[in-house]
Every structure is written in structure tokens, then in C-alpha cells.
């Protein structure tokens, strides 16, 4: 469902949701008009709207995405705490690093922050990230 068919069934306007997501009218209003794809926001924005809308990242990005591109969506725009860790998990991953479980416990305190504590990505977003990472 697109962004304009929510807010037409809520009966909100654009500039409320810029006011209460905290996400610049002007960005809302280009990816409303279709001039800036929603696929390119980052998953913070994404869950500013979302959460605003009272509906699922998942359903506004539905009908446009594929579950591939839905998967790589989650790996970016994170906080900057969580990408670091994330980056250096990997990296000791590749480098069969002997303190690998102190960068799983990093990653996992930094994954539980964003979404609990910051609130910056969506419990789909966190889950996603624990089963790609954590849960192998």
C-alpha cells in the first residue's frame, strides 16, 4: 500500500506525518509523488513512517519490492554504532578471528539497542539481522 492510500484512509496529511516522523516534508513529498523511490530511504525512515502510519515496514514496501531487495534494505541506513559492529563482525569473520565470540556479543548488544533502547529499527529489522549473523 502506498504512502498517499494510507494517508487518504487515516485521513492524515503529509505535512502531519513530516511533523510527527520527524522526516522533512519535502523528502515525504517526493516519495508520495513518486520523484524519489521508497526503495532508495533507509531503514530508519522507513520505520519513522512506518511507526507514525501504525503499519509494518513490510506493507510499504510490499508491492514494490522483491524479498531480495527487501534483505539488502535491512543492511543499510543503519545506526552508526550498529554498522560498525556489524562491519567488524564480519571482518573477524573472514579473518577466522579468535575473539569472535566477543564481536558476536558486540553485534548482538548493538542489534538489541537500536531496536529496544534507540528504537531505530523495526523487531522484522532486528530478527532479520540476528538470523543472518547470529543464528548460523
Known amino acids: 500500500m502506498s504512502i498517499n492510500e ?14 510527527l516522523s520527524g522526516i522533512p516534508n519535502a523528502t ?15 531503514g530508519e525512515t522507513l520505520y519513522k ?7 509494518s515496514i513490510e506493507s510499504l514496501l ?10 539488502r534494505s535491512y543492511e543499510y541506513g543503519l545506526p552508526s554504532y550498529l554498522q560498525h559492529d556489524l562491519d567488524a563482525y564480519k571482518d573477524a569473520l573472514l579473518k577466522k578471528s579468535s575473539l569472535i565470540d566477543c564481536y558476536w556479543g ?3 548488544g548493538s542489534i538489541n539497542m537500536a531496536e529496544i533502547s534507540d528504537g531505530v529499527i523495526t523487531p522484522e529489522h532486528a530478527d ?4 543472518k549473523y547470529l543464528w548460523r
Not at 494510507?6 to 511533523?19: C, E, F, P, S, V
Not at 517526493?30 to 526503495?39: A, D, H
Not at 510490499?62 to 534483505?71: G, K, N, Q, S
Request: aromatic share 6%; hydrophobic share 35%; net charge positive.
Open 6 to 19: 494510507i494517508l487518504n484512509n487515516i485521513g492524515m496529511t503529509k505535512y502531519r506525518l513530516a511533523k
Open 28 to 42: 515525504l513529498s517526493e516519495l508520495c509523488s513518486g520523484k524519489t523511490s521508497i526503495e532508495k530511504c533507509s
Open 49 to 55: 513512517i512506518a511507526k507514525v502510519l501504525n503499519v
Open 62 to 71: 510490499d508491492d514494490r519490492m522483491t524479498d531480495i531487495e527487501r534483505a
Open 106 to 108: 558486540e553485534l548482538y
Open 128 to 131: 532479520y539481522l540476528r538470523q
